[in-house]
């Protein structure tokens, strides 16, 4: 049933953006000069790795002129990247990722190789299920690049208090995962989508 939902919400959901997705890649491309998409390698169910799909938000080879992570300010985002990451709309491509069955709608986000590496024991248990979209962990840092602070300490933030937290909420999703509550948290991921881009808008 998980699956069945998977694959009709990210095709009614693809079908609903189809006018917006051309739109946003030109954007990307009058902006700056580089790919229109941002494809990286992660860590799927039972350690299978995929590429991820985004719509690239920074310029090209940002990963070699910086940290792995973006925190606010980071001087290698686009301006239209901004504007994306402002709105979570350079997350609309992973719904190829959901309808291929490489993620979920629902599950712990995925993580690259090296962070898996690190918690190993626990994407054990993690990784018993699809990788998602969104999931209490996704919900409780939404903020996340404005939590991280400092670019130049971002990493060393992210893996000693962030990211194990975010092990944490995933692996009480994992233990209590049910057709309902991902109901529920999609449901809660696109208000709180909506009430982030109200305030942002207001501002």
């Known amino acids: 049933m998980k699956r069945f939902l998977d ?7 693809l079908l609903v953006l189809l006018p917006l997705l051309p739109f946003v890649a030109l954007l990307i491309k009058l902006d700056s000069r580089g790919p229109i998409f941002f494809l990286q390698e992660r860590i799927g169910k039972d350690f299978k790795s995929f590429l991820i799909y ?6 090209i080879d940002a990963d070699k002129k910086g ?3 973006t925190a606010v ?3 290698r985002v686009t301006n239209i990247g901004r504007v994306l990451r402002r709105f979570k709309i350079d997350e ?8 291929k069955g490489d993620m979920s709608f629902v599950g712990p986000r995925p993580e690259v190789t090296e962070y898996v590496r690190l918690f190993e024991t626990d994407y054990r248990k993690l990784l018993t299920i699809r990788p998602g ?3 209490p962990a996704s919900l409780e840092y939404s903020n996340e690049e404005s939590i991280l602070g400092d670019p130049k300490v971002s990493e060393d933030v992210y893996i000693s208090k962030v990211l194990p937290e975010k092990i944490r909420l995933s ?3 994992v233990d209590n995962h049910a057709l309902m509550t991902d109901l529920k948290l999609i449901l809660m991921t696109l208000l709180k ?3 982030i881009q109200r305030n942002k808008t207001a501002a």
């Open 7 to 13: 694959i009709v919400l990210s095709a009614i959901g």
């Open 54 to 59: 985004k719509f690239r938000t920074m310029t």
């Open 67 to 69: 940290a792995r992570l």
């Open 73 to 75: 300010g980071d001087k």
């Open 92 to 99: 609309l491509p992973q719904l190829f990722n959901v309808l």
């Open 133 to 135: 979209i969104t999931d």
């Open 171 to 173: 692996s009480q999703y």
């Open 193 to 195: 989508a909506s009430h």
